[in-house]
């Protein structure tokens, strides 16, 4: 496609260039001075003239591959407008559409999907019209997909030359969703939810995810507490996980808000979408716990919940920092509104605007007041670098719904391998009765059937234990096979809770066993450090789902301060890991932060 471009702009500069010439030839002949050779004036006329023939021809071909504004326009709009003659191809567009969001997407009725640059006007009849063309479409059997409405709004336009006054238009935007299939196949998006102490982070998905609102006294929250001592201080110390699902339709499933708690296997087998909440520590001295949970459960999204009445404070701008360094998508709640008075919940707005404006955030902060602004925003979450922010109440219920909405239409967009050999990283342990040792985690790349045989390590002294899955669980219903991307539980055959532990890796048996490190190279950024770092400097060091001690070996110069890059080869303390070239790598000690990526492991145990 390239080379057409190249090659038309070939073509229109030779064009110029003939003219051109044209032009000066007839100018000559007619002021300037007259040619020394009649035969050689005519040889260059007729050789111009054989020139300006061909160019002719080339110009008749269409040799852009794009098409031009006025093609795609018309194109599209007739699809939807003229169903009789274009059902097909508006078939074949809707498809793309889906299998682009594997199971779903978002189509504006007003701008093209192939080129969202094309803007389509439409009055209210054909509006109309055309949301009733594609729900014809969608039912049937080679697409049998759900559409729902998110949004419809009349607009004055430019004036019309047929008419006075302004011509009315309107806009707006459908969510085409598959309808249910297999538990195998189910479209699973995974949110990590940060923010400082007390916040309401617990609160807030209680009230999402069972549905209610909450009393201020903690009535929420109390159903994700896993341990006494939680529900007793009413403060998160482990990686909690809910579930929310959403039907083809974008309906909630499961959050009545009644006395009755609809279990897992209920809510997955009426949803099409389920959204997956890591509920991550607030308390600074949990920070190890809540950098596991942002490391090793592969979050797609960050929820940073900020307190209207504290503003972002304390934790709130480490969790920021991380999920910034982590390149993860981040959107922001600021809950508390309805206890917190105008002029601080205005200050909290100005310094969340301020802080993601800032150089180090480099964002834009779109605050969300309406259904057009949740669909616009959950359409250009991932490919632009914008924020949304909302303003909710777990007591009143304000913005909940918007919330609810967003999360409905929050895009899919891992990078997951399926036919990369097959690779899962331990993120909990286990010990179910009757059935055995049981690993929960998400699979890197790659497919498992139940019945694989595997290798499971490495040990503290660096081995791999050859073994087999005996089951698979997906959100507690059981399957036959895990996905790329997917958040699983393996039950293990003949193997002990106390011989495995978080962050060992689950790997497709090969030619070759794999292999485990205890040096490796990382090229690293130092975020914030006081003073200097030298060799043999220790941090607890994050990679994936690995948390272990390490040591500084050598260094590329004496030694690096805050804001230095440079090329670190560290080592395992207690015992060697499996880690991958590629790798992100955070490590702390105290206030020190600094992120890097693993360049090297060919340093053997």
């Not at 979408?273 to 520590?281: E, Q, Y």
């Not at 020190?592 to 492991?601: F, P």
């Amino acid at each position: 496609m390239t080379s057409l471009n190249e090659f038309a702009a070939y073509v229109h500069s030779q064009s110029s260039a003939a003219a051109n010439g044209k032009k000066s030839n007839a100018t000559s002949n007619g002021k300037g001075p007259k040619p020394s050779s009649t035969k050689s004036a005519s040889v260059d006329n007729a050789s111009a003239h054989s020139i300006q023939s061909e160019l002719d021809v080339l110009a008749t071909l269409t040799l852009n591959d794009a098409p031009t504004s006025s093609e795609s326009r018309i194109a599209y709009k007739e699809c939807m407008l003229n169903l009789a003659e274009h059902k097909a191809k508006l078939v074949s567009l809707i498809r793309q559409v889906v299998e682009d969001g594997r199971g779903e997407g978002i189509l504006s009725l007003t701008h093209d999907p192939l080129d969202p640059n094309v803007k389509i006007e439409l009055t209210p009849q054909e509006y109309d019209l055309a949301l009733e063309n594609i729900k014809t479409v969608c039912i049937l059997a080679e697409l049998d997909c759900a559409v729902t409405e998110l949004y419809s709004t009349e607009q004055q336009g430019d004036k019309s030359e047929k008419k006075h006054g302004f011509e009315v238009t309107k806009v707006g935007r459908v969510l085409i969703r598959e309808r249910a299939v297999s538990v195998s196949q189910l479209l699973e998006i995974r949110v990590a939810v940060v923010g400082n102490v007390d916040a309401g982070k617990s609160t807030l998905l209680g009230v999402l995810t069972k549905g209610g609102l909450d009393d201020g006294r903690g009535k929420a929250r109390v159903n994700l507490f896993r341990h006494k001592h939680e529900i007793e201080t009413g403060r998160t110390s482990s990686v909690g996980m809910e579930i929310m699902g959403f039907d083809e339709t974008g309906r909630t499933v499961g959050a009545s808000g009644g006395t009755y708690k609809a279990s897992w296997k209920e809510i997955v087998s009426g949803s099409r979408k389920v959204l997956t909440f890591i509920d991550l520590a607030g308390h600074e001295k949990y920070l190890k716990t809540t950098v596991f949970g942002l490391m090793g459960g592969s979050p797609d999204f960050v929820m940073l919940i900020v307190g209207a009445n504290a503003g972002m404070i304390g934790m709130a701008k480490e969790h920021l920092g991380v999920a910034l360094a982590l390149n993860v998508p981040v959107f922001i709640c600021v809950t508390k509104v309805d206890m917190c008075p105008p002029n601080i919940l205005q200050s909290t707005i100005n310094q969340i605007s301020k802080i993601l404006r800032s150089p180090g955030c480099r964002k834009m902060p779109v605050f969300i007041n309406s259904n057009r602004d949740v669909a616009e925003a959950a359409t250009n979450f991932v490919s632009q670098r914008i924020c949304p922010v909302f303003q909710i109440s777990s007591v009143t219920g304000q913005g909940l719904d918007y919330v609810r909405m967003f999360l409905n239409l929050l895009p899919f967009h891992g990078q997951f391998d399926e036919t990369a050999p097959f690779e899962f990283e331990i993120n909990d342990t286990f010990s179910v009765p009757f059935v055995g040792t049981v690993v929960s985690g998400v699979v890197l790349s790659g497919t498992v059937h139940a019945g694989d045989s595997v290798y499971i390590g490495p040990d503290s002294l660096g081995q791999f234990t050859s073994t087999a899955i005996r089951s698979i669980e997906r959100k507690r219903q059981s399957v036959d096979t895990a996905h790329a991307g997917q958040s699983v539980s393996f039950a293990m055959k003949k193997i002990r809770r106390r011989d495995v532990r978080k962050g060992m890796a689950v790997l497709a048996q090969g030619a070759e066993p794999p292999r485990s490190v205890r040096e490796f190279v990382a090229e690293v950024l130092i975020l914030q450090h006081a003073t200097t770092i030298k060799t043999r400097y220790q941090a607890m060091l994050h990679v994936g789902a690995v948390a272990q001690t390490c040591t500084i070996v050598e260094l590329d110069r004496p030694y690096i301060r805050t804001g230095d890059r440079a090329t670190v080869k560290f080592r395992f303390m207690l015992r060697p890991e499996y880690i991958k070239p590629g790798q992100k790598v955070l490590f702390r000690e105290g206030r020190t932060r600094g992120l890097g990526v693993v360049k090297d492991v060919s340093y053997g145990t």
